[in-house]
Nanobody, 122 residues
Framework: QVQLVESGGGLVQAGGSLRLSCAAS????????MGWFRQAPGKEREFVAAISWASDSIDYADSVKGRFTISRDNAKNAVYLQMNSLKPEDTAVYYC???????????????WGQGTQVTVSS
């Protein structure tokens, strides 16, 4: 069983930055993808970004392109999300995800973290 623990969420003003981190532990297989999703109040969970094991394939939702950057450190079993130029509409619970299927820009994870709240004030 894989456990994912997110950190780094919080309250920030519009235009500010936050960096989310996610550490994976448990039974971890090689060459697994990782990513981030988010869910705003009253909305469905949506894809934010995904990254392949070797970091040679990266995808972003159109709404965050140019503002968010996903990266990973395989030695630490960790994935990060640097969020710049934050907007009030970025307010959501952000979930870390791992493993599953990642191809052609689509990501269907197997494991999920508990989520971390990001609130952007106007």
């Amino acid at each position: 069983q894989v456990q994912l623990v997110e950190s780094g969420g919080g309250l920030v003003q519009a235009g500010g930055s936050l960096r989310l981190s996610c550490a994976a532990s448990g039974v971890i297989f090689d060459k697994y993808a990782m990513g981030w999703f988010r869910q705003a109040p009253g909305k469905e969970r949506e894809f934010v970004a995904a990254i392949s094991w070797a970091s040679d394939s990266i995808d972003y939702a159109d709404s965050v392109k140019g503002r968010f950057t996903i990266s990973r450190d395989n030695a630490k079993n960790a994935v990060y999300l640097q969020m710049n130029s934050l907007k009030p509409e970025d307010t959501a619970v952000y979930y870390c995800a791992s493993d599953g299927e990642y191809y052609s820009g689509y990501y269907y994870p197997t494991y999920w973290g508990q989520g971390t709240q990001v609130t952007v004030s106007s």
